[in-house]
C-alpha cells in the first residue's frame, strides 16, 4: 500500500501562485508514476499533470500548460504541483495519485485551492 498526504493548497489571487506537496510513504518502491487530479464543484475529477518514474514522461492538461509544472524527487516519497498564474477557473479540490508496478491506485485526502480576489 501507499499512503499520500496532500499540503499546499488555500487561498490566492488572480495570477499568483501555489506550490502544492504530496509525500507518500509506505511501498514508495513501486510507484511507476505521480499525478495530480482537481475536481471543481460541479466538475468531473480531471488529470491535471502527470511524471512517470524516470520523469522523462509527463503529461499535462491543456488548460494548465506553461503554467503549471509537476516535479518529484528521486524516490517518489514526493511529488510536487507548481502552479503560476492562477485563474479563478483553478479553483478546486487537488488530489495526488500514484500508479504501482501491483495495478494498483492510490489518492489523497486532497487539498483546497481557491483562486478569487
Known amino acids: 500500500q501507499v499512503r499520500l498526504v496532500e499540503s499546499g493548497g488555500g487561498l490566492v489571487q488572480p495570477g499568483g501562485s501555489l506550490r502544492l506537496s504530496c509525500t507518500a510513504s509506505?511501498?514508495?518502491?513501486?510507484?511507476?508514476?505521480l499525478a495530480w487530479y482537481r475536481e471543481a464543484p460541479g466538475r468531473k475529477r480531471e488529470m491535471v499533470a502527470a511524471?512517470?518514474?524516470?520523469?522523462?514522461?509527463?503529461f499535462y492538461a491543456d488548460s494548465v500548460k506553461s503554467r503549471f509544472t509537476i516535479s518529484k524527487n528521486n524516490d517518489n516519497t514526493a511529488v510536487y504541483l507548481q502552479m503560476n498564474n492562477l485563474r479563478p477557473d483553478d479553483t478546486a479540490i487537488y488530489y495526488c495519485?500514484?500508479?504501482?508496478?501491483?495495478?494498483?491506485?492510490?489518492w489523497g485526502k486532497g487539498t483546497l485551492v481557491t483562486v478569487s480576489s
Open positions: 495519485n500514484c500508479a504501482t508496478s501491483a495495478n494498483r491506485n492510490y
Open positions: 509506505g511501498e514508495t518502491n513501486r510507484i511507476e508514476a
Open positions: 511524471i512517470s518514474d524516470s520523469s522523462t514522461g509527463q
